[in-house]
């Protein structure tokens, strides 16, 4: 299904952006010329559960100082500082959008982390990355705007070494989502194409990889999304400052048709863990 909308300019007017997340620091009385990555962490996750959702990625793909990770799509590069904070492995985020590959290595910078997290500017269908360079791959909330997942993760076992792990999480299509549900979620959403837990097994393995877990977290995303909607609504005063009165109510009234898609079961998560062979 043809998205309508230019994901491009979705994240560049996203309420999570580099001059938001600088001036809730500022306002928390941080000081900018000596932030700390964990200082950031409130602010620079751009997907449902934050560190913990962060956490269980790292537990599950066995994270550690030797670990070269490739983070797909990785927005302002929170997650990557995470890993890289916690376990000392090198990560590469690659994302879309240049404002926010820009933003996510002025944060890294900021935090003296770019010894071991970059940032570069691509479609992670055509990574211009050389094969077998990373032993770890991870993604958040992203893969549902890409919709020819079948490039997508042959991309991503060219770019692993045989033996790696691969985990994700994602929307998921439950059996109720309709063809009308579908087409808002690609207008509005730029979320042209959302499959089930089950043709994600189908499209890891005909992509050379074995799934070694599928976690449905449907019923926690539930709770943490209302949560998010409520985010979001506080951040109003910002977002109209910055991109207009109906750009906030549009991306609310967006937000709000997601939550209950959520609450009504046509729409889930799932974490899904495997292995490149
Ligand atoms: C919801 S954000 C997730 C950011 C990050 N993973 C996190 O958890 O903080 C989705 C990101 O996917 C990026 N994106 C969408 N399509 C992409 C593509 N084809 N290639 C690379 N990045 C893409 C967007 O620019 C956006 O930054």
Redesign the pocket.
């Known amino acids: 299904m043809q998205s309508s909308i230019d994901?491009?300019t979705?994240?560049d007017e996203?309420p999570?952006n580099l001059s938001e997340i600088l001036s809730r620091a500022k306002d928390s009385g941080l000081a900018l010329d000596s932030l700390k990555a964990e200082d950031l962490w409130r602010w620079?996750?751009?997907?449902y559960g934050g560190l913990d959702?962060?956490d269980a990625l790292l537990q599950a793909l066995e994270i550690n100082s030797r670990s070269l990770v490739i983070?797909?799509?990785?927005?302002?590069?929170?997650?990557a500082r995470y890993l890289a904070t916690k376990t000392g492995c090198q990560v590469h985020?690659?994302?879309?959008?240049a404002s926010?590959v820009d933003g996510a290595n002025e944060l890294t910078a900021r935090v003296k982390l770019d010894h071991l997290v970059s940032f570069s500017?691509?479609?992670?269908?055509a990574l211009p990355v050389a094969d077998n360079s990373f032993n770890c791959a991870m993604?958040?909330?992203?893969f549902l705007?890409?919709e020819d997942r079948e490039s997508?993760l042959a991309q991503i076992h060219r770019v692993l070494e045989p033996g790696s792990k691969f985990g994700f999480t994602d929307w998921i299509a439950g059996d109720s989502l309709s063809e009308s549900h579908r087409e808002r979620f690609a207008s509005t959403f730029?979320a042209g194409r959302i499959v089930s837990a089950d043709e994600y097994t189908r499209l890891l393995e005909a992509a050379g990889f074995r799934v070694e877990g599928v976690t449905d977290l449907s019923a926690l995303w539930k709770k943490i999304l209302v949560e998010r909607l409520e985010m979001f609504r506080s951040l109003e005063k910002e977002t109209v400052e910055k991109f207009g009165q109906l750009r906030h109510d549009t991306y609310i009234s967006n937000y709000e048709f997601f939550v209950e898609r959520i609450t009504c079961s046509d729409l889930g998560g799932a974490r899904i863990i495997s292995t490149a062979i």
């Open positions: 994901i491009v979705f994240y996203h999570i620079d996750q751009d997907h959702a962060v983070d797909l799509c990785s927005g302002m590069g929170g997650p985020g690659v994302d879309l959008n926010r500017c691509a479609d992670i269908c993604s958040q909330e992203a705007h890409i997508l730029a």
